[in-house]
């Protein structure tokens, strides 16, 4: 399973939580693709490198691009690196960052192991 997010933090308010459960999403996905806002590659460098250095796969937007870009390339990227009938969970960081520090991790992890094993039909 991919995970593919849009991430603006460009001032690094999620950067521990993000690290600290950065094991976690490895665990579950084989992939994460992640789409930067220009503001937050300017802005919070360093971490965005760091994620790189972690095997995350970053996008970095270009300039005056909108939130529909930033949007469209986590998908688009995703889609160019999906492997046969491998399932794409799209959804934002600060959402499942939540969740993962809360008492519902362990449906959400469930729920995506689930998910995971299940043969799609089209």
């Not at 950067?15 to 503001?39: C, H, W």
């Not at 046969?84 to 362990?106: A, G």
Request: aromatic content about 12%; glycine content about 2%.
């Amino acid at each position: 399973m991919i995970f593919a997010l849009p991430y603006h933090d460009p001032d690094g308010r999620y950067n521990a939580v993000f690290v600290k459960n950065l094991p976690t999403l490895k665990r579950i996905f084989s992939k994460i693709f992640i789409s930067v806002t220009p503001s937050t590659y300017l802005q919070n460098k360093k971490f965005v490198d760091l994620l790189s250095s972690e095997g995350v796969v970053v996008y970095k937007n270009k300039k005056n691009s909108n939130i529909g870009d930033h949007f469209r390339k986590a998908l688009s990227i995703s889609l160019k690196n999906v492997e046969d009938e491998e399932i794409i969970f799209y959804s934002f960081i600060d959402r499942v960052l939540f969740i993962l520090e809360s008492e519902h991790k362990d449906k959400l992890l469930d729920d995506l192991k689930k998910t995971s094993t299940k043969k799609l039909t089209v």
